[in-house]
């Protein structure tokens, strides 16, 4: 397994729908492993396809944070909200391509999700809490949204000032 580099906002890359996935190949299973290494190592909650420049309809996830409790890693192909409650929450979410901010989010409080499974097999899962935030805020980076694109377009000019700076510090290290 590599622990593969995540691509940092703005990038036309994060801005672009993902296609699905039509086959399930031994490359694939090796980028999800690879997703979930990284997505461990950075540490975060969910990784997107097109974070590490894959353009395929794949996220990994874990919202498992205590450490007493045993991890759960999923790897969802193709997934869709099949149902979304009325009632919503308010997350502070933050974004492994968008470090070190944070905004609060407001998304259905609950879901149902159907997907593809690394076996082949389709599955569907109710997910609420943390999980349900995290599954709605990867499967937006399947389709080019941000977690900021729900912000103000005053706050989300500030942050992309902010990350391009990031971007042109880092390059010249
Ligand atoms: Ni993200």
């Known amino acids: 397994m590599t622990i593969r580099s995540i691509l940092l906002h703005p990038d036309p890359r994060l801005k672009k729908r993902a296609d699905p996935v039509t086959e399930v190949t031994d490359d694939l299973r090796a980028a999800a492993a690879d997703m979930l290494e990284t997505m461990y190592d950075a540490p975060g909650v969910g990784l997107a396809g097109p974070q590490i420049g894959l353009m395929k309809r794949i996220l990994v996830m874990d919202c498992i944070k205590d450490p007493e409790v045993a991890p759960r890693p999923m790897v969802l192909l193709n997934p869709v909200v099949s149902w979304a409650s009325e009632a919503t929450s308010v997350h502070e979410e933050g974004c492994l391509s968008i470090p070190e901010h944070f905004a609060d989010v407001t998304r259905p409080a609950e879901v149902r999700v ?20 995290c599954v709605q805020h990867e499967i937006d980076h399947l389709n080019g949204r941000l977690f900021i694109d729900y912000l103000t377009p005053l706050k989300r000019q500030l942050i992309t000032r902010k990350m391009e700076k990031l971007k042109r510090e880092r390059a010249r290290l």
């Open 114 to 133: 159907r997907w593809l499974a690394l076996d082949g097999t389709e599955q569907e899962e109710h997910f609420a809490g943390l999980w349900a935030t």
